[in-house]
C-alpha cells in the first residue's frame, strides 16, 4: 500500500504544480496588470482635468459685487401674449 501512497501523493503535487503554474500564476498576473493599467488610466485623467480646471478658472468672471451681469428685477417682468394673424 505504500507505493500506492507514494503515486497517489506524486500525482497530487503534479496537478497542484500544474493547477498553480497554469491558472493562479496567469490570473494573479493579470489583475496587477489591470490594477497598473487602472491606476494609469485615473492618473492621465486626473492629468487631463486639472489644466480644464485651472483654465476654466481663470476665464470665469468673479461673482462678486463687481459683477456685469444684470439681475433681473420683479418690476421688469413683460408679459407675454401670442399675436394669431
Same mark, same amino acid.
Given at each position: 500500500? +505504500?507505493?500506492?501512497?507514494?503515486?497517489?501523493?506524486?500525482?497530487?503535487?503534479? %496537478?497542484?504544480?500544474? %493547477?498553480?503554474?497554469? %491558472?493562479?500564476? #496567469?490570473?494573479?498576473?493579470? +489583475?496587477?496588470?489591470? !490594477? !497598473?493599467?487602472?491606476?494609469?488610466?485615473?492618473?492621465?485623467?486626473?492629468? /487631463? /482635468?486639472? #489644466?480644464?480646471? /485651472?483654465?476654466? +478658472?481663470?476665464?470665469? #468672471?468673479?461673482? =462678486?459685487? =463687481?459683477?456685469?451681469?444684470?439681475? #433681473?428685477?420683479?418690476? @421688469?417682468?413683460?408679459?407675454? @401674449?401670442?399675436?394669431?394673424?
Amino acid at each position: 500500500m +505504500s507505493i500506492f501512497r507514494i503515486l497517489f501523493y506524486i500525482f497530487l503535487a503534479i %496537478f497542484l504544480y500544474k %493547477f498553480v503554474v497554469n %491558472f493562479l500564476v #496567469p490570473v494573479i498576473k493579470m +489583475s496587477w496588470r489591470v !490594477r !497598473r493599467q487602472i491606476k494609469e488610466f485615473q492618473r492621465q485623467q486626473q492629468q /487631463q /482635468q486639472d #489644466p480644464v480646471q /485651472q483654465n476654466g +478658472s481663470t476665464n470665469r #468672471p468673479s461673482s =462678486g459685487n =463687481g459683477s456685469t451681469a444684470p439681475t #433681473p428685477k420683479s418690476g @421688469e417682468y413683460i408679459d407675454f @401674449e401670442e399675436v394669431k394673424e
